[in-house]
């Protein structure tokens, strides 16, 4: 793959990532309300997640979807509830006083599971690689080393933004002890998931 290829696809990513998402607020979430313990299955999830939905758009699931208004209706509509699910049930979610007594407990398993699913079944996330990724092949070279390379600097720096955001988010939850200052985050968060969640259920392609 050329430099200046693999230069401006990391840029690209890069600043794409930045830009807080579903996903994001997912890993914050949970680095709020756990603490940096779960940080790296939810690094792992993104990944993993990452990498399904990129391989997938590439081996041509994308463009199925951009061409198939039921499948693509089907993604948009399990991603979506799935993210308001996880909003409703953060909103939801108990603030603890003291100390002393823990939040309840969600396995690294499930956290992982979660963080995978709502990265991989981002329909926005799929039409974009599609769109995306095939701006920085060059046609005259061998198509699977490039995409390869593509997939692992993608895959690599989303795990970096994902540990980041986690890592950021833990760290502050030292100094939120507040319970109405827990409480306006989960309901923020919650509300944010929610909305996002809709969002993904309304989206509809571009005519």
């Not at 198939?68 to 603030?95: D, E, H, M, N, Q």
């Not at 006083?97 to 939040?103: C, G, H, I, L, Q």
């Not at 994902?162 to 502050?172: D, K």
Request: without cysteine; glycine residues 8%.
């Amino acid at each position: 793959m050329l430099l200046e290829n693999w230069l401006a696809f990391s840029a690209a990513s890069a600043l794409m990532l930045a830009i807080p998402g579903p996903t994001v607020l997912l890993v914050v979430t949970y680095a709020l309300t756990h603490g940096r313990k779960p940080a790296a299955a939810i690094v792992a999830g993104v990944a993993l997640g990452d990498l399904t939905a990129m391989t997938a758009s590439m081996l041509g699931l994308g463009v199925m979807l951009a061409t198939s208004a039921t499948l693509f209706t089907i993604l948009r509509w399990v991603g979506g509830l799935y993210l308001i699910y996880l909003g409703i049930k953060l909103w939801r979610s108990p603030v603890y006083v003291s100390e002393e007594v823990e939040a309840p407990k969600i396995s690294l398993g499930r956290m992982f599971i979660h963080s995978y699913t709502v990265t991989a079944l981002n329909p926005k996330s799929i039409v974009f690689f599609v769109a995306f990724v095939p701006q920085f092949i060059v046609a005259s070279d061998p198509f699977l080393p490039q995409l390869l390379i593509m997939e692992a600097t993608f895959v690599t720096l989303a795990a970096l933004n994902a540990a980041l955001f986690a890592l950021l988010a833990a760290s502050a939850r030292t100094t939120l002890r507040s319970p109405t200052v827990k409480r306006t985050v989960n309901r923020m968060g919650g509300g944010l998931l929610v909305g996002a969640g809709i969002m993904a259920a309304g989206y509809r392609k571009a005519a």
